[in-house]
C-alpha cells in the first residue's frame, strides 16, 4: 500500500467527517493509556519463573506467570486423578479427529463424520472419562473440574441445543394449535427464567419430581438444564431465518408435491439456517461463555477452578488474582474468537453464490 492509498483509507474510514475523527483520536488515547501499562504488568515487570509465592513478592513485580505454570494440571483436569488423565486427553483427541475433517468444506464423507461425532464419539467419550466399565476405573464426577467440565457443558448444550431448536422453530410456525401452542409456552417459559434459576432447579428441585430410587448425577442434571435452556434462545434464532425465506419457496416446493419434511430439509432450512449463521454462533458463544454459572451449583469448571486455586496459600499473592483472571480471559477469549472466525469463513463460503 502506497502512502497517498494509506491516506486515502485513513480519511475515508477514520476521519470521514469531524465526528469520526473525534472519536478515533478517542480511541486512540485509551489505547496509549490502557495497552503500555498493562503490556508492562503482564510482561516485562512480569515474573516468570520460580517455586512458590515469594518469587512473585516484591516491589515492582508484575504478573506472577509461575503461579498458572504450577496449576496447568488443575485448570485442565479439576481433581481428575494424574494417573488417569491420559483418558481425557484421548477422548478430546478423539473428538478433534472427527471435528477438524468437519469443519474442513473440501474433505468427503461428511455424513458419516457426523454420525461419528454425533453418536459415536459421545459413547466412547463418556466410557473413557467416567470409566466404571470393565477394565476401567470409576471417576466419580465430584472430582472432574477445569477446562475438562467447561467443555463437555459447552458441547453437549451445543450439540442438544441445536436441532432442539429447529424442531422447537418449526412447532412455532406449525400450523396444528396444540403443537404451535406448547412449542410457544416451552421457549417463553425457558426465555424468561435466568440460567441461574435453571441450573438451581435443575440442581435441587429435579431429583424431587424422579421416581424413588432413581438419582441423576449432579452435572447430568446441569447439562439437561443448560440444553432446554440453550434451545429455547435457538429456536428464536432459527424462526428468524425460517422468516426470511420468501414465501415463493414453499409454494415452489409444494408445486413440486414435496412432502412438508422435505420442504423443510431440503429447500427451507438450507436457506433459513445460512442466513442466522451470525446468530447460532453467537448463541454458542454465549453458552460457552455461560458454563461459568455451573460454579453455583457445586461443579467446578475452568474459571471456578481458578478461583479455587487462588485459595492455595502457597501461591497467595497480591498479583496472584489478577494474573488468574487475566489467563482464564485469555483462555476463553481464544475458544470465543475461533467460534467467531470459523463462523465469517463459513458465511462467506455459503454467501459466494449471492454475491453479484
Known amino acids: 500500500m502506497t502512502v497517498n492509498a494509506a491516506v486515502k483509507w485513513l480519511k475515508r474510514n477514520l476521519f470521514s467527517s469531524w465526528w469520526n475523527g473525534a472519536l478515533t483520536l478517542l480511541v486512540l488515547y485509551i489505547v496509549w493509556s490502557a495497552i503500555p501499562p498493562f503490556l508492562d504488568w503482564a510482561i516485562v515487570h512480569a515474573v516468570w519463573s520460580g517455586e512458590g509465592r515469594e518469587a512473585c513478592l516484591g516491589p515492582g513485580k508484575g504478573a506472577c506467570w509461575p503461579f498458572i505454570f504450577a496449576n496447568l494440571d488443575q485448570f485442565a483436569y479439576g481433581r481428575y486423578p494424574a494417573e488417569l488423565r491420559w483418558r481425557v486427553d484421548l477422548a478430546f483427541l478423539l473428538g478433534l479427529a472427527g471435528l477438524v475433517p468437519m469443519l474442513i468444506p473440501r474433505v468427503p464423507a461428511k455424513l458419516w463424520n457426523l454420525g461419528y461425532l454425533v453418536v459415536a464419539w459421545p459413547m466412547i467419550a463418556i466410557v473413557l472419562i467416567a470409566g466404571d466399565r470393565p477394565g476401567l476405573v470409576g471417576v466419580d464426577t465430584d472430582l472432574w473440574g477445569g477446562l475438562l467440565v467447561t467443555l463437555i457443558v459447552a458441547i453437549t448444550g451445543i450439540v442438544a441445543s441445536f436441532p432442539l431448536g429447529i424442531l422447537l422453530a418449526l412447532g412455532r410456525r406449525s400450523e396444528m394449535p396444540v403443537i404451535r401452542t406448547l412449542s410457544i409456552v416451552f421457549i417463553e417459559f425457558w426465555r424468561g427464567v435466568p440460567l441461574v434459576t435453571v441450573l438451581f432447579m435443575a440442581s435441587v428441585m429435579l431429583p424431587l419430581f424422579l421416581p ?18 440453550s434451545s429455547a434462545y435457538m429456536a428464536e434464532v432459527v424462526r428468524g431465518g425460517l422468516q426470511a425465506v420468501p414465501r415463493g419457496q414453499y409454494e415452489a416446493a409444494r408445486a413440486l408435491g414435496l412432502s412438508y419434511w422435505q420442504t423443510m430439509g431440503l429447500i427451507v432450512l ?30 467446578f469448571d475452568f474459571l471456578g477452578q481458578v478461583r479455587i486455586q487462588l485459595s492455595d496459600m502457597h501461591w497467595s499473592t497480591p498479583q496472584g488474582a489478577a494474573t488468574g483472571y487475566v489467563f482464564a480471559a485469555l483462555v476463553y477469549w481464544v475458544f470465543c474468537f475461533g467460534m467467531s472466525r470459523y463462523s465469517v469463513f463459513m458465511e462467506k463460503r455459503l454467501n459466494a453464490g449471492q454475491i453479484r
Request: net charge positive; charged share 10%; proline share 4%.
Open 270 to 299: 438450507p436457506q433459513a439456517l445460512r442466513s442466522v449463521i451470525p446468530g447460532i454462533v453467537n448463541t454458542f458463544i454465549g453458552l460457552f461463555k455461560d458454563t461459568t454459572l455451573v460454579l453455583i451449583v457445586g461443579l
Open 212 to 229: 424413588q430410587g432413581v438419582h441423576l448425577d449432579n452435572l447430568l442434571r446441569c447439562l439437561v438444564g443448560v440444553a432446554l435452556f
